[in-house]
């Protein structure tokens, strides 16, 4: 038996307007970096963790963001 990991939805309330770049991000790794599915799959899955902290925590715009 495969053993599989769910998440749950619940922390990913990220902005809608990110979507779209969420998306093209995906599609330009798929597209471009040869890796494997799980990877995208959690690189997906970070980035929209991200997007959810930053929401929750009023970063409204990801350009308010720094380093």
């Known amino acids: 038996m495969e053993n599989k990991r769910v998440a749950s939805n619940s922390f990913v309330n990220f902005p ?7 998306d093209d991000y995906i599609t330009y790794v798929r597209a471009n970096k040869g890796l494997g599915e799980r990877t995208n799959r959690a690189y997906t ?14 970063f409204k715009n990801i350009s308010d963001l720094t380093t």
Request: hydrophobic share 40%; charged share 15%.
């Open 45 to 58: 899955s970070d980035i929209k963790q991200c997007l959810a902290w930053c929401n929750r925590h009023g």
């Open 16 to 22: 809608a307007q990110y979507a779209s770049l969420v």
